[in-house]
């Protein structure tokens, strides 16, 4: 398989994930400004993140067989969910979530390969790279919560992590939009102050 064919195959599947994500979180169905609803868009955005790094792995198993493949797929994923599910829909906002993935498939492509010249076999490899990114994704904040769940001795792995500067950074991107400015809730104890 040359790298245009491989290049195709991951844009189907990207499309593909993405035609999924957005048909189980509709745009009609999540109202903007809903504390109940953010979460769903927060999960939405960190699938994005996780789709993004994970696309990283396949590199890692092509950058062995050193095969040649250059394309990105943030900006397919970007495309079909920022209308489907209803994301800020400023023009800036779009292209600053964009570049927040392509900085976050950068760094995994970068970490990966890095783990791919470190490992030299494909097993060593495969291990050493889902150890690393399952590090990166349970101290990046959003597995586990900085404030109450992480102990004071690894704190260090949060702030190292490159999955929380991703997710600050889509997360800021769209919940300082106008559209929740204003919060409402279904409940009326979650909006009481603490």
């Not at 959003?142 to 997360?171: C, E, H, L, R």
Request: glycine share 8%.
């Amino acid at each position: 398989m040359d790298g245009a064919d491989h290049a195709r195959k991951m844009m189907t599947r990207d499309l593909i994930m993405g035609c999924l994500v957005g048909n189980v979180t509709m745009r009609n169905e999540m109202k903007t400004g809903q504390i109940e609803n953010s979460a769903k868009f927060r999960g939405v955005l960190f699938f994005g993140l996780i789709n993004v790094m994970f696309n990283g792995m396949q590199e890692l198993a092509i950058t062995i067989f050193r095969l040649l493949v250059i394309f990105n797929r943030g900006t397919a994923y970007s495309a079909l969910l920022g209308y489907t599910i209803g994301f800020a829909a400023a023009r800036a906002r779009f292209f600053k979530q964009l570049l927040a993935f392509i900085g976050v498939h950068q760094m995994a492509l970068s970490l990966l390969c890095f783990i791919a010249a470190l490992g030299r076999t494909q097993v060593v490899a495969n291990t050493l790279g889902t150890f690393t990114l399952l590090m990166v994704f349970v101290l990046g904040g959003f597995v586990v919560a900085k404030v109450y769940d992480i102990q004071d001795w690894i704190i260090w792995g949060y702030y190292v992590s490159p999955t929380m500067y991703g997710q600050n950074a889509i997360a800021i991107n769209e919940f300082l939009s106008d559209r929740w400015s204003t919060l409402r809730s279904l409940d009326p104890h979650l909006l009481m102050p603490v």
